[in-house]
T-cell receptor
């Protein structure tokens, strides 16, 4: 079991650029979650999917953020345009009737 | 100016001693609870879970206690080792959503 795989591990970009974060959940898991972690606010839920369908996106900060899950093995989180306050570690997690299993995150720095 | 972040509770223990990390949860309707360990540069890692129909569950060197009356969860680590140094989070599950505490930083002194 390879676990949840996220890419890239680090992303440095300039303000205004588009950023795409990628996630491959554990095979067979039917829930996928995107979280953001900062020193200021800790772990915040952004959005989650069940069977590839977005269920709750109330945690998405604003329209600059969007997430998709085109199939059971892939999800993206896109920020367009990016801003310095988006700098954080973004985690993807998946689950199947149990605990969340997290990837190792993407550390995003927007300058 | 000085940045203000979450005030992370800290716990320092001597290697070989037992550690107890506490967590207060907020929603009396939560029916599933999980403890995670997060090491620097990594994602939170599952340690142990417990459902609301239980008040104690044991794993390898770890025990979780649940007190629903006061909405309190604790993680006990026996014979703490340097590799246990990390930030520990509790999470409560309500419906299909997981809500995380702010975390406790555990430092093991060799």
């Amino acid at each position: 079991d390879a676990g949840v795989i996220q890419s890239p591990r680090h992303e440095v970009t300039e303000m205004g650029q588009e950023v795409t974060l990628r996630c491959k959940p554990i095979s067979g898991h039917d829930y996928l979650f995107w979280y953001r972690q900062t020193m200021m606010r800790g772990l915040e839920l952004l959005i989650y999917f069940n069977n590839n369908v977005p269920i709750d996106d109330s945690g998405m900060p604003e329209d600059r953020f969007s997430a998709k899950m085109p199939n059971a093995s892939f999800s993206t989180l896109k920020i367009q345009p990016s801003e310095p306050r988006d700098s954080a570690v973004y985690f993807c997690a998946s689950s199947l009737l149990g605990p969340l299993h997290f990837g190792n995150g993407t550390r995003l720095t927007v300058t | 100016g000085e940045s203000v972040g979450l005030h992370l509770p800290t716990l320092s223990v001597q290697e070989g001693d037992n550690s107890i990390i506490n967590c207060a949860y907020s929603n009396s309707a939560s029916d599933y609870f999980i403890w995670y360990k997060q090491e620097s540069g990594k994602g939170p890692q599952f340690i142990i879970d417990i459902r609301s129909n239980m008040d104690k569950r044991q794993g390898q060197r770890v025990t979780v206690l649940l007190n629903k009356t006061v909405k309190h969860l604790s993680l006990q680590i026996a014979a703490t080792q340097p590799g246990d140094s990390a930030v520990y989070f509790c999470a409560e599950n309500t419906g299909n959503q997981f809500y995380f505490g702010t975390g406790t930083s555990l430092t093991v002194i060799p």
